[in-house]
C-alpha cells in the first residue's frame, strides 16, 4: 500500500500553565526559577491531612480561554481524582476534571498551504501540575515540587488534525490566543505550554481509526512537526511490514530525531476516575460568565481584520503585526503618533522587527519608544533627512538612547536638497567618468544608479536622490 492511501487522525493535548499569583489549591507563589522545593506548602506536596481550596483565578483565566475558543461554559463542572504512581506526583492521584469538565465543544479555525480547516475542541479542564524530576551527571535524580500544584487548563482536540503542519498551525494559533488574553506565557521552553499528541493512521476511506499511539510533552513546534512525521512513518512501516501497532506513550528525541519507548499506553480505566472528596462542584452562574468577558481583549483574528479594513494594510501585513500583542499594540500606538498606517507598518516591520529578530528580544524590552520613531519618520517624510540617513539614525538612537532630532543636529545630517549645490556634484560625477556616460548615453539606462551612487558617496549620504534622479536625466540626456 502506498504512502498516499493513507489517512493521518491526530489528536492534541495542550497543557497551559495559568499565570495565577498562587497554585490551584494552595496559596504557594506560583513562580518558575526559584530553587528547588522552595515553593510548597502540605497541601501541593499531598501530606495526610492537608485540604485542597480551589483558586477562583484559575477558574476565571480558564472560563476566558473557553469563551475565547467559542465554547460553552457548564454552569456545573467538577473535579476528580485521576490515580497514577510517578515520582513526581506525591498523592499518588492528580486532581483533575473528568466527565463533568468546565468548557466543551469550542473551535480553533487555522490555515495551511492557503487553505482554511475548523479544528474542533473536544473539552478544556482544569488539573493540578505534577513536580519536575531533575537528572543529575552523577545518575542520581532529585524531584523538584515547586511546580506540583501550578494551575493547567488542558485543551483537548477532537481527532481532526490530520497532518503535521496543521497540529502545529492549531499550536501556533493557541499559543497566540493564551498570551492575547495574558493567561499563560505560552514558553513551550520552560514548559508552560507542553502538548501530548496522540496519532493513528488508517487506510484512506476507512471508517475505522487505526491503533493510537501518544508522544508526550513536546516543548517546541520544531519538535510537533518532526515528533508526528516520524511516528507516521513508522506505523507505515510496520503496517507494511504486516507488524502490529501496539498502544505505548513515547517521547520525542532531539538530539537523535526519533522517538524513545516510555511506556504501554495507559487508558482512562486505568486511572480509576471518582469523584474528589475534598473540593465541591464548580458553579459558574451568568455574573462570573459576565465577569470573564468584561476582561476580553480584542482576539488575533478579530485584531487582523480590523487592521486591513481600517488601516487598508495586506492579509500578510496584517498578520506579521498581529502575530504578537505587543508588537500590534506597538504599531498602532505609532499610527496614533504619525497618522501615517503605511508608513509606520514599514518600519515596524523591516526595521524594528528586524531588530528584535537580531537581538532576540520582545517587542516589550525594545529600547525606543512609538514617540521616538515617529519623530524620525516626520523628519524623513518631511525631506529633513533621506532614507539612509534615516536608517542610520535609528541604528544610533537604538544604541544610544538619544532622539532622532539630537542625532540629526549633531552630527550635521540635514539632506541636502539645494539645486545648485546638487549640480556641482553632478558636473563633477560626470567628468570623473566619462566612459561610463558614453555607454550610457549609448543606451545603457541602468548605468543612472551608478551616477546617484557616486553622488551620493560624495555628500556623505546627505544627497537628495530624488533632486539627484531629475539632475542627472537632464544634465546626460541634454549635453548642453
Not at 473539552?123 to 551527571?137: P, T
Not at 508608513?343 to 524590552?365: D, K, Q, Y
Not at 525631506?383 to 544604541?399: D, T, Y
Request: hydrophobic share 35%; proline share 5%.
Amino acid at each position: 500500500m502506498s504512502a498516499e492511501k493513507y489517512e493521518v487522525v491526530i489528536g492534541l493535548e495542550v497543557h497551559a500553565q495559568l499565570n495565577t499569583k498562587s497554585k490551584i489549591f494552595c496559596d504557594c507563589r506560583a513562580e518558575f526559577g526559584e530553587r528547588p522545593n522552595t515553593l510548597t506548602c502540605p497541601v501541593c506536596l499531598g501530606l495526610p491531612g492537608a485540604l485542597p481550596v480551589l483558586n477562583r483565578d484559575a477558574v476565571l483565566k480558564c472560563v476566558r480561554l473557553g469563551q475565547a475558543l467559542g465554547c460553552d461554559i457548564s454552569p456545573v463542572s467538577e473535579f476528580a481524582r485521576k490515580n497514577y504512581f510517578y515520582p513526581d506526583c506525591p498523592k499518588n492521584y492528580q486532581i483533575s476534571m473528568y466527565d463533568r469538565p468546565l468548557c466543551k465543544n469550542g473551535s480553533v479555525v487555522i490555515e495551511t498551504d492557503g487553505n482554511t480547516k475548523k479544528i474542533g475542541i473536544e473539552r478544556i479542564h482544569l488539573e493540578e501540575d505534577a513536580g519536575k524530576l531533575v537528572h543529575g551527571i552523577d545518575g542520581h535524580s532529585g524531584i523538584d515540587f515547586n511546580r506540583s500544584g501550578i494551575p493547567l487548563a488542558e485543551i483537548v482536540t477532537r481527532p481532526e488534525i490530520s497532518s503535521a503542519p496543521e497540529a502545529v498551525e492549531f499550536l501556533r494559533h493557541l499559543r497566540q490566543t493564551v498570551r492575547y488574553l495574558d493567561i499563560c506565557d505560552g514558553d513551550l521552553e520552560k514548559g508552560s505550554l507542553r502538548c501530548d499528541v496522540n496519532i493513528s493512521i488508517m487506510p484512506g476511506g476507512s471508517k475505522t481509526h487505526g491503533t493510537r499511539t501518544e508522544i508526550k510533552n513536546l516543548n517546541s513546534f520544531r519538535a510537533v512537526k518532526a515528533g508526528i512525521e516520524f511516528e507516521i512513518e513508522r506505523q507505515k512501516d510496520l503496517i507494511e511490514s504486516g507488524r502490529k501497532i501496539t498502544k505505548v506513550t513515547q517521547l520525542w528525541d532531539e538530539s537523535e530525531k526519533r522517538l524513545i519507548q516510555m511506556r504501554g499506553k495507559e487508558e482512562t480505566s486505568d486511572y480509576r476516575y471518582f469523584p474528589e472528596p475534598d473540593l465541591p462542584p464548580v458553579m459558574v452562574d451568568e455574573f462570573f460568565i459576565r465577569e470573564a468577558e468584561a476582561e476580553m481583549p480584542e482576539l488575533p483574528d478579530e485584531k487582523k481584520r480590523r487592521f486591513i479594513e481600517d488601516y487598508l494594510l495586506s492579509e500578510y501585513e496584517a498578520g506579521v503585526l498581529t502575530v504578537e500583542k505587543g508588537l500590534a499594540d506597538y504599531y498602532e500606538a505609532l499610527v496614533e503618533e504619525t497618522r501615517d498606517p503605511k508608513t509606520s507598518c514599514h518600519w515596524v516591520m523591516r526595521e524594528i522587527l528586524g531588530e528584535l529578530n537580531e537581538s532576540a528580544i520582545a517587542i516589550e524590552e525594545f529600547s525606543l519608544t512609538p514617540v521616538m520613531i515617529a519623530e524620525l519618520i516626520s523628519l524623513a517624510e518631511r525631506g529633513v533627512i533621506n532614507a539612509p540617513v534615516a536608517r542610520e539614525v535609528f541604528l544610533e538612537m537604538k544604541s544610544s538612547g538619544r532622539s532622532a532630532t539630537e542625532i540629526v543636529s549633531e552630527r550635521n545630517l540635514e539632506q541636502i536638497s539645494s539645486p545648485d549645490e546638487l549640480e556641482v556634484m553632478v558636473d563633477q560625477v560626470i567628468a570623473d567618468n566619462q566612459e561610463e556616460v558614453e555607454r550610457f548615453r549609448n543606451g545603457n539606462p541602468r548605468l543612472l544608479g551608478f551616477f546617484i551612487g557616486e553622488a551620493m558617496n560624495k555628500s556623505g549620504g546627505k544627497a537628495n536622490p530624488r533632486l539627484l534622479n531629475e539632475i542627472f536625466l537632464k544634465k546626460l540626456q541634454d549635453p548642453d
